[in-house]
């Protein structure tokens, strides 16, 4: 017998009796409707949400989540102006990017446990205004050590977006539902960095390398006045307090605790490393070994965005079927044979093609492999979704910032080639691969719950 003595809403015939669903970690609700034998039970608030409302809720978090990779990525193609117009080196100009993205990676680290800790929107807002003013402070820049200074600060003021966002859609999402949204905005995540290039090359022919900066301002200050009107507070105040992840530590330690969430940290990790290893170098490949104009080298961009694509579209249905750990089983595999290909092509000397081809499938591998480590480090951690979300960011992105401009290093005297780009790309993605069957192990892995 259903306990009704604390349900706020006296049922009526066409009023929905609403009784907490105190099992759930999401605070989901069940909403049994005037006929309680045949109206659907939601366990999760988000089944509840309209379709329409809910489209719109993933365009504005999917558009929060681009701003990151937008940030970061939008000023590649200007690298040999940058390189020429500050009299500087291209190693130099690749410290540029480094900074963004430990500003990035250090901003969800204190994002995503202040969205536990005080609710969504307050750390999102505030953060967002940063990358605003930062941006504009970035276009106006005099020296090279200005714009390192304003570009890390733009890379801490988009870091709400991605965190919040994912932890948004975990407050509201759970199970298969989750596998689905997520993979939207890992869709976002995988696609934003492989067009922004694309898009900053087309800014490039109407508007100086400052007017990136200036684009990125307005961006920015459309997600904010968007936040504020239309995005609201996900997170309850009762679910902030909860036994156990009351405090910053409590959570990381729920959070690190867990051998799976490692090892899928990890292997997120390594595959973003390796793919900003490839974005790092490629302006400097594409356009100065292969003579791409900034159009052309845009154009391949797009290109490679059709892997990412197909391979987010395909892993969002194979990861609800089979679950994610085999999907990335066969995913990391992908990355390293890839990768491999690349060198033993440009070894032989069979050219762009040799090297075009072979990148495309790693970057439909990492399409496979981005929502995966998402949501096998969500869905284990429903009440301490902004700080798993956060770690998960800041070692993407931080990781990755470290590691990319080894391919500059590596190339300092030969220049780069595809065999030194591809080199950074294989440690990455073999490390990736043995995280997966050492750490994370898939056949001690739960299947996703409905």
Known sequence: MLDTASIPVVPTETSPIRIPHRGSPTGAIRTLGSNPATAPIVL???????????????ILLGALTALGPFTI?????????????????????????????????????????????????????????????????????????????TRVLMGAGAAAGGVVAAAIVRDLFGGRRLVVMLSRLALVSGVAPVLAPLLGSALLLVMPWRGIFLALAVYGAIMLVSTVLLIPETLPRARRTEKGTTTVWQRYRSVLSDRVFIGVLIIGGMTFS?????????????????????????????????GVVLGVQAASRLAARYGPQWVMAFSTGVLVAASVTIIVTDQLGLGLWGTVIPLFFFMTACGFTFPCVQVLALDRHGKAAGTAQSIVGATNFGVAGLISPLVGWIARDAG???????????????????SLWLVVRPKTVERLAP
């Not at 999760?44 to 993933?58: E, Q, S």
């Not at 290893?277 to 965005?305: H, I, K, R």
């Not at 780069?416 to 440690?427: N, Q």
């Open 416 to 434: 780069i080639t595809a065999t030194t780009m591809a080199s950074v790309m294989v440690g990455c993605s073999v490390i990736g691969l043995l």
């Open 44 to 58: 999760h608030p988000g089944d509840a949400i309209p379709t329409r409302k809910r489209v719109l809720y993933i």
């Open 274 to 306: 390796g793919l900003f290893s490839y974005l790092s170098a490629s302006s400097f490949l594409f356009q100065q070994t292969y003579e791409f104009s900034p159009q052309v080298y845009g154009m391949l961009f797009a290109a490679n965005s059709l």
């Open 73 to 149: 990525d939008l000023y590649l193609p200007a690298f040999p102006v940058l390189e020429s117009d500050f009299n500087t080196t291209a190693a130099a100009i690749q410290l540029t990017l480094t900074g963004t993205m430990i500003g990035f990676a250090v901003g969800q680290l204190i994002v995503g446990p202040l969205s536990d800790k005080v609710g969504r929107r307050i750390p999102l807002i505030s953060v967002t205004a940063l990358h605003v003013l930062a941006s504009t402070a970035a276009a106006f820049a005099p020296t090279l050590e200005m714009l390192m200074v």
